[in-house]
């Protein structure tokens, strides 16, 4: 690590993934107040992390070893990746899961989330969630599940667009107007 950081908290090497694979993206730490962010490579981590697919049966075994690691949901399949160590973060730009008008501990019947509902973030339980990463064995802050896609989410903000009639009857059935 650069002997001139002057860091009073642990470096955070952070990735962002592309494909099937974590590439290295920067590393953030704070001095004091100031959060400093530089794009060097810390010694004896790798520029990329590629994921392998590993059977489902498999994901308790590997959050049980203690070992830093990722897993990736996609198109139905089960991905790992083992991260270089516990102060690990993954870059994230499109969460889902930050505007999702289910973002609410209710019921999934009365609009709510199992996702947020859950104090265990576990990828393989959530059905809806069709592409997604969740960091374990990590530091508790940086311990991460993150939403790409949702059929809930999906479902509910890409619905076809109404058209100009079916927009007047949806207006005059709210006002209490019936339509003609």
């Not at 590629?50 to 049980?64: D, G, Q, Y």
């Not at 999702?100 to 509902?117: I, M, P, T, Y």
């Not at 939403?147 to 989410?153: A, E, M």
Request: charged share 30%.
């Amino acid at each position: 690590m650069d002997s001139n950081c002057q860091c009073d908290l642990p470096v955070i090497t952070k990735y962002e993934l592309r494909g099937y694979e974590l590439y290295f993206n920067k590393l953030r730490t704070r001095s004091g107040r100031e959060a400093l962010v530089r794009n060097e490579l810390p010694e004896g981590f790798p520029e990329s992390i590629p994921f392998k697919e590993i059977n489902p049966a498999r994901i308790n075994v590997l959050r049980k070893n203690g070992k830093p690691g990722a897993l990736l949901k996609r198109k139905g399949k089960y991905f790992y990746a083992e991260l270089p160590g516990k102060k690990v973060e993954i870059s994230n730009s499109v969460h889902r899961c930050h505007d999702c008008e289910f973002l609410c501990a209710a019921s999934d019947e009365n609009g709510g989330c199992q996702k947020v509902r859950d104090l265990k973030k576990r990828l393989e339980k959530y059905d809806d969630v069709t592409f997604g990463i969740e960091t374990f064995n990590v530091d508790n802050e940086l311990s991460q599940c993150i939403v790409f896609k949702c059929t809930k989410y999906d479902g509910f903000y890409n619905k076809p667009e109404l058209t100009l009639a079916e927009k007047e009857k949806q207006l005059r059935s709210l006002a209490g107007v019936a339509a003609p």
